[in-house]
């Protein structure tokens, strides 16, 4: 596999289990926590192998505002990125391990509508 640079792009396509209170964060933009249930199948050592799992997510900014508009089970295909639950030591130079695990951060999504066609909200 050839090295495209450094990269954390993630896309995954999941339905609205709930959305947590809006809050304030430190830099005064909107944050908001959430969870994402995914189901599929994909293709994994010549066979196929069954998904499925919830998973945290996390809006901050005018994504927050479009999540609010949503209902729980709805089906948004979400672009973002990962990251460490827990803000990493600024001396952990080469911190490998979280203790907190990893947070999905959302920073673009789709609605899913009638057609399981994909279209921008609001």
Do not use: W
């Not at 911190?95 to 951060?105: A, D, E, N, V, W």
């Amino acid at each position: 596999m050839k090295s495209a640079g450094v990269q954390n792009q993630v896309v995954l396509t999941a339905s609205l289990v709930d959305r947590g209170i809006t809050r304030v964060g430190p830099t005064g933009h909107p944050v908001m926590d959430c969870t994402l249930r995914h189901q599929s199948e994909v293709e994994h050592a010549g066979g196929q192998r069954r998904l499925a799992f919830v998973t945290q997510a996390k809006a901050v900014g005018h994504i927050v505002t479009r999540l609010q508009a949503l209902t729980p089970g709805q089906v948004v295909r979400c672009q973002g990125f990962l990251a460490p639950r827990r803000a990493a030591r600024p001396e952990a130079e080469h911190q490998t391990t979280s203790s907190g695990g990893l947070i999905f951060y959302i920073t673009d999504f789709e609605l899913e509508n009638q057609n399981g066609f994909y279209q921008e909200t609001l």
